[in-house]
């Protein structure tokens, strides 16, 4: 079956080429506020399942891919837990840097996989966390002069230069971090009779 990637992401699109050759890539444009009282992994599942719905209607007898991904400062004084959105600008990034100096961050990235020719969905997410070094201003600065991650959660491209930043990571599936749960993805791409061995 053909294979859809429902995101205009382009980290996303590396992820996925990983695995899979050739797919199409289809960005649906939905409103993504969250709604009243709703939790962050609710959120990321809604999203999610709706970038597929949405991308499903425009392809049929396709294997649609939808992910949303959230990212949870978890302060180590047992405070609720911040959601981290994309920073946008080096002010803002700056100040992500600056609260997430020697904490954790939670990535919770979801996916929906959505046959668009039986309407059968599979819906799951996982976790990847990263553990901040205490830094100081300089290094900040001198990060986001280098990599300027400001489309990225959290202000950090742990792929790249943002690994000196990190204490430790801990998770089962780094590319969860990155967008896509790959190991999760093959799983559900399995069930849908897609092999990814056999189609390279």
């Known amino acids: 079956m053909r294979i859809v990637l429902g995101s205009g992401s382009r980290y996303r699109a590396a992820l996925l080429h990983r695995i899979v050759p050739h797919f199409e890539i289809d960005s649906p444009d939905i409103d993504e506020t969250a709604l009243a009282d709703e939790s962050p992994t609710s959120l990321a599942?809604?999203?999610?399942?709706?970038?597929?719905?949405?991308?499903g209607k425009r392809w049929d007898n396709s294997l649609?891919?939808?992910?949303?991904?959230?990212?949870?400062?978890?302060?180590?004084d047992g405070s609720s837990e911040k959601v981290l959105g994309k920073p946008g600008n080096f002010k803002k990034a700056q100040q992500q840097l600056q609260i997430c100096s020697g904490q954790s961050v939670i990535y919770r990235t979801a996916c929906c996989l959505l046959n668009s020719a039986t309407n059968h969905s599979q819906i799951f997410h996982d976790d990847y966390i990263l553990h901040f070094k205490s830094l100081d201003d300089q290094q900040i600065t001198d990060y986001l002069n280098k990599e300027q991650p400001f489309?990225?959660?959290?202000?950090?491209?742990?792929?790249g230069l943002g690994v000196s930043l990190i204490e430790?990571?801990?998770?089962?599936?780094?590319?969860?971090?990155i967008g896509l749960p790959l190991i999760k993805l093959i799983n559900a791409l399995n069930k849908e009779n897609y092999l990814v061995l056999k189609n390279q």
């Open 45 to 55: 599942l809604r999203l999610a399942t709706e970038k597929a719905a949405k991308v």
């Open 64 to 76: 649609i891919i939808g992910s949303d991904q959230v990212a949870l400062l978890r302060p180590k």
């Open 151 to 159: 489309d990225c959660a959290g202000a950090i491209k742990s792929e």
């Open 168 to 177: 430790r990571y801990e998770g089962d599936d780094p590319s969860t971090l």
